[in-house]
């Protein structure tokens, strides 16, 4: 596609429920990343996807997160008993081949979750 | 320490004056620096990369200081329309080459009618 998109836009669970946010980066862009940011806070990075292999996932915060990449392309960040502090705005970037130094992040639009 | 470090401001400007940011990095090994802004409730967007010589993309001017591990961005005759927060954005280096990109927390820039 022209840009990075993810779904939902707005997604508003409950706490205890399991939530799927999905990513679809720009074709033929080989790695794709997750990150979550708080109100107001930095840019947390989750996890790194390099084609299907995820040779980066540091960042996840417990083990009630993780995420799949299928196809080298769309990806999938399943959050399961969802919590409160879960609530954040989940961003999903995407590059071509890493360590090009004109290329940056193609930034999704993020998906906003808020745990109730 | 962070691995990448800004201040986080906010920098409350008049239109039309100038105002830079700096922002150090830690891991000397990095090869790739970029600026990003991002407005309130959107996501980050590329502004400009950094290279070693500098560069400059109309109003905005970009430098990296290899020995004291920092880079800087310079915005003149400031507009509205730059109120921002801008991300400072380090590539580190994993092995194999691979990389990852580090983000700092951001500057906060308000310019003022």
């Known amino acids: 596609g022209a840009g990075v998109s993810q779904s939902p836009s707005n997604k508003v669970t409950e706490k205890g429920k399991d939530v799927e946010l999905r990513c679809d980066p720009i074709s033929g862009h080989t790695a794709l990343y997750w990150y979550r940011q708080s109100l107001g806070q930095g840019l947390e990075f989750l996890i790194y996807?390099?084609?299907?292999?995820?040779?980066?996932k540091s960042g996840l915060p417990s083990d009630r997160f993780s995420a799949e990449r299928t196809g080298g392309s769309v990806s999938t960040l399943t959050i399961q008993r969802t919590q409160q502090e879960d609530s954040a705005v989940y961003l999903c970037?995407?590059?071509?081949?890493?360590?090009?130094?004109?290329?940056?992040?193609?930034f999704g639009s993020g998906t906003r979750l808020t745990v109730v | 320490r962070k691995e990448v470090e800004q201040d986080p401001g906010p920098f409350n400007v008049p239109e039309g004056a100038t105002v830079a940011f700096n922002c150090t990095y830690s891991?000397?090994?990095?090869?790739?620096f970029f600026w990003y802004r991002q407005d309130c409730r959107k996501e980050p967007k590329l502004l400009m990369s950094v290279y070693s010589s500098g560069n400059e993309d109309g109003r905005f001017t970009a430098q990296l200081n290899r020995a004291s591990q920092y880079i800087s961005l310079l915005i003149r005759d400031s507009k509205l329309s730059d109120s921002a927060t801008y991300l400072c954005v380090v590539n580190r280096p994993q092995g194999s080459g691979t990389y990852k990109y580090i983000f700092g927390t951001g500057t906060r820039l308000k310019v003022l009618a």
């Open positions: 996807f390099q084609g299907n292999s995820a040779p980066d």
């Open positions: 891991n000397s090994a990095s090869q790739s």
């Open positions: 970037a995407s590059s071509r081949i890493q360590g090009t130094l004109e290329n940056g992040y193609t």
